[in-house]
């Protein structure tokens, strides 16, 4: 007997297969989300609460061990920059060597030892060691946690699961100084004391829960023996690593001395720009020989270069490089500027100042909200959110430079929130755009996006520090002021001390010398503005990933997908990329310029990453 068929060649009286297929492997993915969201969340948080939660504390942790001048008390700051900034694209070789799990479990292991020598630090220099153990910790998190995000699941899917981590990610910026405030009222050392129960419950819930579902390396895996980590050791590009980290190392140096504790012109200054602008170039040739079969290929056979250069063979690695650079100059501004503005002008205490950038939160959110619709829904485009974020966060800081320009605190408390909309928009789309055009190159690709942030705020805070610097100084040096308050202006009124001072003195000289703090905090505002005028220009050649796929596609997807989001042959989906400039290819006719970027399956694209 033949039943009767549907309109869509089923028989009538019979489950749906086709839908009984597609329910499998979105029940699948689901859980699989779950699980990333559960082993993962704790790390990432740890990453953002490591750098912003000692905000509104660096005062009172530099008076504890009689550190009283700016320049000694910027290095709490500077000690975890250095690390956090320059080690990040080893951490993406690292992880396709070792695997996603072990890189994970040894970034937390840096964070649990960095955190105890902080809390229980005796003298300064084991403090910085402390800090510069969670900067090396927070490398390896913040970057890693975004490959994971992308590694076996398609570009929707990896939009869903980056807009729970931004949330968080943008949360925790905001939160941080807050917290750090709240500990202050009991002891400077509970804000390194908060990571370590975090750090270790991360350790716990990454072994349980995540050690089986993450990629395994390329040389060292779960049934690796001990004595094969030396092998994949030796496969790491150190001679590369090494002169990476010399090289920025050196700029973040000098430019954090600049303007603080020597002059620019100084040779102390000079000496380390100029030698770790040398390394660079030294650096790319270096893994220039290292790659296609030249002379330190054939030297170090073992080895790929941990920055592959024909990652810059396409243009938008080097756009979005431009567009996070300015992004992390923007947050580092409004977490540490801000912050200045509140207690140095308005006079406000640390706790209360660090109240103020919880403004920033509402419009992290929305900027997040608004990037996950329109990647995720209409247009389902990067190239959107990134020119709309990247216009949204110039327009919030200048005018939150003119609020502080005419001392409108809460005109300054909102436009942190337009400030923070921008930001949440281009965090996700960017992470999305790079996995599009680099479908294949995960861990170097987005260790380099990654970096180019923290590179950014660290040189953006050096500027605007250098400019604070010299207009507050020399405001205030032909003032009479006190004898006992004269470490005022050596301090750049960020030592609790010196805030002290400010409140003791006579109303009008106080007037006058907060009067020259808003002075200074404008003119830093200012100096960082072409930056982020800069991102804006990018954005203009900056092509387009599509990431929600067309309807056609959805069904071929459907059709054919597994419980990880791969198709049969394990694909992980097709992107649909223009690598032209989006906004030339809409004039030109947009599908003329149209490529699909097909990802290998997830064996195959791991061993292509290995073998550059």
Known sequence: MIEPLDGEGHALGQPNQACACAKKPERNSTKYRIKLIAGLVLPYLLASLDLTVVATALPFIASHFGKYSFDQLDWIVTAYTLT?????????????????????????????????????????????????????????????????LADKVTLEGNAKNNTLFTIVSGSTYAIGPVIGGLTLQANWRYVFVISIPIAVASHILLFFILRNELLEGTHFHKKSKWSAIFPAMATLDIGGVILFIFAVGLIILGTSWGGSTFSWDSVQVLAPIIVGGALLPVFFLYEFLLGGGRILSRLFPHQSPMLPLDLFSRKDTFVIAVIQFSAGAAMYAVFYFVGIYFTLVEGKPASQAGIQLLYYIPGMAIGVYSAMYLCNRSPGQTFWPLLLGSVEEAAGLGALTWAVSASRSSIVSGMMVLTGAGTGLRFMPASLHVAGVWPDR???????????????????????????????????????????????????????????????????????????????????????????????????????????????????????????????????????????????????????????STRLPATERHTSADGV
């Open 442 to 596: 995960l861990a170097p690709a987005m260790s380099l996006m990654r970096f180019a942030m923290p590179f950014g705020g660290t040189l953006g805070l050096t500027i605007m520090n250098a400019i604070f610097n010299s207009k507050f100084t020399s405001a205030i040096s032909s003032l009479s002021i006190p004898s006992s308050s004269e470490n005022i202006g050596s301090v750049n009124a960020q030592d609790v001390q010196s805030l002290d001072a400010i409140a003791d003195l006579p109303s009008a000289l106080q007037a006058t010398v907060r009067e020259a703090g808003r002075s200074g905090v404008e003119w830093a505002f200012i100096s960082i503005l072409p930056i982020l005028g800069l991102s804006i220009l990018a954005c203009l050649v900056l092509g387009n990933v599509w990431v929600k796929p067309t309807a056609r596609k959805e069904k071929e997807k459907v059709a054919s997908s597994t419980s990880s989001g791969q198709d049969e042959k394990g694909n992980t989906g097709a992107s649909t990329v223009v690598y032209v400039p989006y906004l030339y290819a809409l004039l030109k006719g947009v599908d003329r310029y149209k490529h699909e």
């Open 84 to 148: 956090s900034t320059a080690f990040i694209p080893f951490y993406g070789q690292f992880a396709d060597v070792f695997g996603r799990h072990v890189s994970l479990q040894v970034a937390l292991f840096f964070t649990v030892i960095g955190s105890v020598l902080c809390a229980a630090a005796q003298s300064w220099s084991m403090l910085l060691l402390g800090r510069a153990l969670q900067g090396l910790s927070s490398a390896g998190l913040s970057s890693i946690i975004l490959v994971v």
